[in-house]
């Protein structure tokens, strides 16, 4: 079996942030994603962003779950900490690393199987809590490491790769965080990098929970109702005897358009999306404002990218500021804080009796 590995060196001439980085230095793995893949490219943005703001690799924390979205921490930043949980399961992990230090940054990359279906209520609780924390929803509306079974945020009308067709309406994660009082709302699409990275860099700065819903499409499994130019009718009806799955390699889907302008997005299997980016003088200060211009947006089949809602007033506390967390790590707490001793200890205990 042959190994591919990422070369580590660089040109000489790259630029470098502040720390005296370059862009290489806040790459991971080799990505093992379908060529063409939405993921990487978030992924590429990430990167920039990461070394647009000069963050030191061994600050940040790369949480995710299961599916092809949680392989994504490992293709970025690998001199971070990183940790892979169980499905659905990266919000519990990352209040647990934050309540231990909060001097770190973290980033949650997560799938919209992992996070709107079987993390459902993590993904709710992590909102409620204002944890301190990135949190990127590759959003592709199916299960991709499973076959391409329909997610909790598949459209209705939407086809599978054997032809079933989706009736269940989807969760829309942003309208979802909008309700449940998240401080930081925006949506973009992985091939809009102009849009994504200084999301990403403003996501990173916010005291509180962040929220970025990525559209991102699959190269193989976002197959919809009506495309005669799907992977699944393909092969169906040019290639009957081929028994192994075969993904032809694609290129990078990229979307360039401005503020307040509408842009048709031909995905790889010949379906279309519809982005709006926001007016350049839209005010992301009013939540309920912010609600009603996602639904009317859907309402003509668009999907409103950019900065949706920002909480700037600071009334809501995040989390340490309601859990009075201590400024310092707690693996570096002197042992008499930690052991307070017998008096203490008993104090605590009878405010459960």
């Given amino acids: 079996m042959t190994f591919i590995t990422k070369p580590k060196v660089a040109h000489p001439s790259l630029p470098r942030n502040a720390l005296g980085f370059t862009r290489r230095d806040y790459e991971g793995a080799l990505s093992t994603l379908c060529a063409g893949c939405g993921h990487d490219s978030i992924t590429a943005a990430i990167v920039e962003a990461c070394w647009g703001l000069s963050l030191e690799p061994q600050n940040l924390v790369k949480l995710s779950g299961i599916g092809c979205s949680s392989k994504t921490t490992a293709y970025f930043v690998s001199g971070g900490h990183g940790f892979n949980s169980v499905h659905g399961r990266m919000p519990s992990i990352a209040t647990g690393a934050n309540a231990a230090n909060r001097r770190l940054s973290y980033i949650g990359v997560s799938g919209d ?73 925006a949506r973009s699409f992985s091939g809009d990098k102009r849009q994504l990275v200084p999301l990403i860099e403003a996501g990173l700065r916010h005291r509180g929970f962040a929220l970025i819903d990525v559209l991102s499409p699959c190269v193989t499994f976002n197959d919809h109702e009506g495309s005669t130019k799907s992977y699944a009718y393909t092969r169906e009806h040019y290639e009957p005897a081929v028994l192994a799955d075969f993904v032809p390699r694609e290129r990078e889907i990229t979307a360039d358009y401005g503020a307040g302008e509408a842009s048709e997005v031909t995905l790889h299997d010949g379906s279309r999306i519809v982005l709006r980016k926001l007016d350049a003088d839209y005010d992301p200060a009013d939540r309920q404002a912010a609600a009603a211009k996602v639904q009317e947006r859907m309402s003509s089949g668009e999907y409103l990218t950019g900065l949706i809602y920002l909480d700037a007033s600071g009334e809501r506390p995040e989390f340490h500021q309601v859990n009075r967390t201590p400024e310092i790590a707690l693996n570096s707490l002197p042992y008499e804080a930690l052991t307070p001793g017998a008096k203490a200890l008993e104090k605590i205990l009878a405010r459960y009796r």
């Fill in 113 to 185: 199987g992992d996070t709107l279906s079987i993390g459902l209520g993590q993904f709710c609780h992590a909102i409620r809590r204002n944890l301190d924390m990135l949190y990127i929803i590759e959003n592709n509306g199916v299960y991709g490491l499973t076959k391409g079974q329909f997610s909790a945020s598949a459209d209705v009308g939407s086809k599978a790769k054997k032809g079933e067709t989706n009736l269940q309406p989807p969760i829309d994660p942003v309208l979802l965080a909008l309700d449940l009082g998240a401080t930081f709302v």
